[in-house]
């Protein structure tokens, strides 16, 4: 299947400070990609898609300046979690879906998630 | 209404032994299609096996398959001979909509897998 890597893989801030987590297709052109968070013994819940070259649309409840979203290229997005507080520590996965040669991707492929504690 | 209902938060089976894992959805659309994903401890989720709501057969992937019964809205996995390595979380999940490249996923609340030796 299709590879999507995540990076950093656990990060630790102090509550004020900004953390970027990256997520890149590696084989594939990611033309949509999508962010989640998952808070412990609970399922995933959809923050944001993201579109290659467009801004990326937030699911109601998710504040879009807190959680600043980029996908500049079919390979690349970030996802900025600005001014990190205690209560952004959380599991963060990102997932991928995009177009080969039979035709669009029938799942996400998923990164291995980031692990964000802040102090 | 919840759109994917698990009703079982953990199960604990004999390792060897089949399991079924179960899975309602409540959708309106006609066209949509159903997952399922697995995550061991490590937070990776892993894509199992897919169901397109067109789909006249069940899906079989390995030792997985979907119980689609498109009438009841269920679609319980099925891990045949269940091995130490499948303790896990499993998460059912529906695309509403046709397969057009962003539609969102919507997830239920999970099984937790335990398999004893």
Known sequence: GAVVSQHPSRVICKSGTSVKIECRSLDFQATTMFWYRQFPKQSLMLMATSNEGSKATYEQGVEKDKFLINHASLTLSTLTVTSAHPEDSSFYICSARGVSSGGWSKTQYFGPGTRLLVL | ?117
Not at chain 2, 67 to 92: E, P
């Open chain 2, 1 to 117: 209404a919840q759109k994917i209902t698990q009703t079982q938060p953990g199960m604990f089976v004999q390792e060897k032994e089949a399991v079924t894992l179960d899975c309602t959805y409540d959708t309106s659309d006609q066209s949509y299609g159903l997952f399922w994903y697995k995550q061991p401890s490590s937070g990776e989720m892993i894509f199992l096996i897919y169901q397109g709501s067109y789909d006249e057969q069940n899906a079989t992937e390995g030792r997985y398959s979907l119980n689609f019964q498109k009438a009841r809205k269920s679609a319980n996995l099925v891990i045949s001979a269940s091995q130490l390595g499948d303790s896990a979380m499993y998460f059912c999940a529906m695309r509403e909509g046709a397969n057009f490249g962003n539609e969102k996923l919507t997830f239920g609340t999970g099984t937790r897998l335990t398999i004893i030796p």
